[in-house]
């Protein structure tokens, strides 16, 4: 079994910053892709910014240039820097990671996400 858990989330007014924080633990081979997802009520999880295990990164239109994403391979964490916070960043924010805990078997997990609120 695998766990993921989310952490840093919390009330900033516009303009300000947030670092999110994502670790993984349990019975991990390798970890592959990871990445950050949000949601808001009434409407489906969206992407924000996924890394791969050797760096490469992609970032929805909304956050490029504002949100950092990266990872530390070596204690299995995903961060999530998160700049210029606007209101519309407001969401829950959910880690995912695709975890071999075998060379043969490969799952995603997500974490149980982390309220990110941007407000004055």
């Known amino acids: 079994q695998v766990q993921l858990v989310e952490s840093g989330g919390g009330l900033v007014q516009p303009g300000g910053s947030l670092r999110l924080s994502c670790a993984a633990s349990?019975?991990?081979?390798?970890?592959?892709?990871m990445g950050w997802y949000r949601q808001t009520p009434g409407n489906q999880r969206e992407l924000v910014a996924t890394?791969?295990?050797?760096?490469?990164?992609n970032y929805a239109d909304s956050v490029r240039g504002r949100f950092t994403i990266s990872r530390d391979n070596a204690n299995n964490t995903l961060y999530l820097q998160m700049n210029s916070l606007k209101p519309e960043d407001t969401a829950v924010y959910y880690c995912?990671?695709?975890?071999?805990?075998?060379?043969?078997?490969?799952?995603?997990?997500w974490g149980q996400g982390t309220q990110v609120t941007v407000s004055s």
């Open positions: 349990g019975s991990i081979f390798k970890i592959n892709d």
């Open positions: 995912n990671a695709k975890v071999r805990m075998s060379p043969a078997t490969l799952y995603g997990y």
């Open positions: 890394i791969t295990k050797g760096g490469s990164t």
